[in-house]
């Protein structure tokens, strides 16, 4: 096929029913297409993995095809920043960057069972992180290093294989090292396994923490387990997220060592440059009974204040199955509160409707949450919902049997799939199926209001370059299989066309300067975009900006359009973030 070329122009979106959507794509990527920064044929084979930041950067690892490409060197990461080309950061078989000669990239190929389980991570500042596995001299089978680029700069070793695994005991050297954590702020994470002249059994982990220059010892295996016992150790630990400012969660393994069979688990997170306990496996569960203890629990990564949700099975007087299948417990105000509970009724939906199962919640910025459940009547599985405090209280937002936004009536939603996320403005991404088509699948968003909206969907039509429309067949490809919403309402998606062709894209959820539809603040869709930009926009700007609203002000970290900040969120609100609006405002919506 002829080669399709990157394009920073809006690409439109047609509907099955041919209605124009207020979602507009840049590609960034095509299969087929020239591989970039390698040339001599080599062309993208497939894309995967993408990670997006609130300006618009993209890191994502694709596979390679064409001359001279084989098991050995088809693999690479690859990063693309808003108006820029794409960048190769890493290539199979290619010199390890910052390493002695002879040292190599191995194991980006999606399809072999040693490569990754990630591509890259980027910040808003465009900087990126990557592991890799290494090859070469003084590199075992499984060693790993990893690798950090600053916009512009080739790609430096920040840890890897062989350094000394500082903070636990003398004489441990890092094995491997896992896939970091990159926050917005630039701050990384990473968890590492040590081992002691390189034996078969590893000695420990330990979690780091720093930016793309250093790093700093957090926790890891021997430190006394902080809220345990004295003489409890953590055992085992690995970073679940950061806040934004640096602060790390982990999730760890705590034994006794008088009890070799002892196995508990604990979260902790850093408060004031503190480790703290948030929760362990046979403790009290915050917001229940006395007496009630977790049993089990998954961790979401802490927003930018710290605050977690918290998703498990608790067990104690009283606690019968199915009441302890599912119980979601979060410090989203300061205060742990239950916010959900298997047996509990599902609030906005008829008396007697209780939860069935409940999946991993989203939690942002502003202290709302959305979680998706699965609902019963009588003891019979009855709806999958969605449900958020979006609209001040505790409802579901969304629930099968329901209307489907904007389009024809009479469309309602058949299944809701565990894949909501929210962003700070409150908009919450999900996949779902409805009668339209219940073989296929699309991305809707629920709105502020309540009000949902399709996305993309098995059938739409993409403008992928002038007068070349692909048919959408499914979609995917964020770092967990499912397109992630960012602050700033971007999503990099990867989108699979009915003649068998594939892309990654940069979709926008929003206009930037589209706002509101209404300035009543009693009418429904007052703070949630309508697809043009007016006059009530510019006034809903000015009274956020005046009042030092941030979730809807802060637009940008730098006035300069060519900044890698310029369109991120920085949590100030400036001339930067005035001057940026009107320039959105007068470029209108694609």
């Not at 297409?33 to 993208?44: E, S």
């Not at 894209?505 to 007016?534: E, H, K, M, W, Y």
Request: aromatic share 10%; glycine share 12%.
């Amino acid at each position: 096929m002829r080669p399709i070329y990157p394009s920073v122009l809006a690409l439109s979106l047609v509907s099955a029913h041919g209605l124009a959507q207020p979602l507009s794509f840049d590609l960034i990527a095509f299969v087929g297409q020239d591989a970039a920064d390698i040339g001599n044929g080599v062309v993208y084979r497939f894309l995967i993995d993408a990670d997006i930041n609130d300006a618009g950067g993209v890191a994502w690892r694709a596979g390679l095809g064409g001359p001279g490409v084989d098991e050995n060197n088809d693999g690479a990461h690859y990063v693309a920043l808003l108006g820029a080309p794409s960048r190769l950061l890493a290539r199979d078989n290619a010199q390890a960057d910052g390493l002695p000669q002879g040292v190599r990239y191995q194991g980006l190929c999606y399809e072999c069972s040693i490569g990754p389980i990630a591509g890259p991570r980027i910040a808003s500042d465009g900087d990126a992180a990557f592991m890799n596995l290494l090859t070469g001299d003084g590199f075992a089978f499984g060693q790993t290093g990893v690798f950090t680029r600053s916009v512009g700069q080739t790609p430096r070793p920040l840890i890897v294989s062989g350094d000394d695994a500082f903070g636990l005991p003398d004489g441990l050297d890092i094995f491997s090292v896992e896939v970091p954590i990159v926050d917005r702020s630039g701050a990384i994470a990473v968890s590492v396994l040590a081992r002691i002249n390189n034996a078969q059994l590893p000695q420990g982990t330990a979690v780091y923490q720093g930016d793309a220059e250093s790093l700093r010892y957090v926790a890891g295996a021997g430190d006394d387990a902080v809220g345990f016992d004295p003489g409890h150790i953590i055992w085992d630990v690995l970073p679940v997220g950061l806040t934004g400012e640096g602060a790390v969660t982990m999730r760890a393994t705590v034994r006794d060592p008088d009890d070799p069979f002892s196995n508990e688990q604990a979260v902790y997170r850093e408060v004031d440059g503190a480790i703290e306990l948030a929760a362990a496996t046979g403790e009290q569960a915050p917001a229940m009974d006395p007496g009630v203890v977790w049993r089990w629990f998954s961790v979401t990564p802490p927003n930018a204040s710290g605050r977690i949700a918290l998703l498990g099975d608790v067990e104690g007087d009283d606690i019968d199955f199915p009441e302890n299948s599912g119980v979601i417990i979060s410090d989203i105000t300061g205060d742990y509160r239950k916010l959900a509970q298997a047996g509990d009724q599902v609030p906005g939906l008829p008396d007697g409707e209780t939860y069935r199962q409940l999946f991993t919640p989203s939690l942002n910025d502003a202290a709302q949450y959305a979680f998706r459940a699965t609902t019963e009547i009588l003891g019979a599985q009855a709806n999958d919902v969605i449900v958020s405090n979006i609209l001040g209280e505790p409802r579901a937002v969304v629930v099968t049997g329901g209307q489907v936004g904007d389009v024809p009536v009479g469309e309602v939603f058949i299944s809701i799939f565990d894949s909501s996320d929210i962003n700070r403005r409150g908009q919450i991404a999900f996949s779902a199926r409805t009668s339209r088509d219940p073989q296929g699948f699309g991305l809707f968003l629920a709105e502020p209001n309540g009000l949902t909206r399709p996305l993309i969907r098995k059938g739409d039509h993409i403008e992928i370059a002038l007068r070349d429309f692909r048919e959408v067949e499914s979609f995917g490809g964020g770092l967990h299989g499912n397109p992630m919403l960012t602050d700033s309402g971007l999503l990099a998606i990867k989108i699979f066309f009915t003649d068998g062709t594939q892309g990654l894209f940069r979709a926008r959820v929003n206009c930037r300067a589209d706002l509101t539809g209404s300035s009543d603040p009693n009418a429904p869709d007052f703070g949630v975009p309508d697809g043009q930009i007016d006059a009530e926009d510019f006034f809903f700007f000015l009274d956020a900006f005046a009042s030092f609203n941030f979730e809807v002000a802060d637009l940008t970290a730098s006035g300069d359009p060519g900044d890698p900040l310029y369109g991120a969120l920085d949590g100030v609100l400036s001339a930067d973030d005035f001057f940026f609006f009107l320039d959105r405002f007068a470029e209108g919506c694609p």
